[in-house]
């Protein structure tokens, strides 16, 4: 491992504590007596592992005294990943205006296949994926959690 293994590993640290202050602001358990969890459990928790791995990553670039291959050498497959975090960027970014003018779970669709197309799946595997995907969203957070999707 590299030093900027460390300093990446100390800022997402940094940033998981500040998500977990905020999720403690909000409330890890409901005030109400149905044992429904609060607003901060979720990113709690998120935050909670995101700490305990980077404090991981800082205990193995110990261990290691900071040797090995540098961190921002790149393999020739890794050359194209600059353009695929921007059109996913841009995908997302997309998702959130599509949210404002139709209902989510057509626009997580839409989202879906648009990736998946991006990512040269095939066309049937994206079309059962993404339905699968998006029924399992709707599924899980509508019918189970009782989530609705409305911005």
Not at 121 to 133: A, E, H, T
Request: proline residues 3%; aromatic residues 16%.
């Amino acid at each position: 491992m590299h030093k900027t293994d460390l300093a990446s590993a100390g800022a997402f640290m940094a940033v998981a504590a500040i998500f977990m202050i905020g999720a403690w602001r909000f409330g890890i358990s409901s005030r109400t007596s149905d044992g429904v969890p609060g607003a901060g459990f979720f990113p709690f928790i998120i935050g909670l592992i995101v700490l305990g791995l980077n404090s991981a990553q800082v205990v193995l670039w110990l261990k290691g005294k900071g040797e090995g291959k540098p961190s921002f050498a790149l393999a020739d497959e890794q050359r194209d990943n600059p353009r695929a975090l921007f059109v996913t960027i841009a995908a997302l970014v997309g998702l959130l205006v599509l949210w404002r003018l139709i209902f989510f779970e057509a626009a997580a669709l839409l989202f879906c296949l648009a990736m998946n197309h991006f990512y040269g799946r095939g066309k049937l595997f994206n079309l059962v994926f993404s339905l699968l995907l998006v029924g399992l969203i709707h599924l899980f957070f509508a019918r189970f959690l009782y989530i609705q999707f409305t911005l």
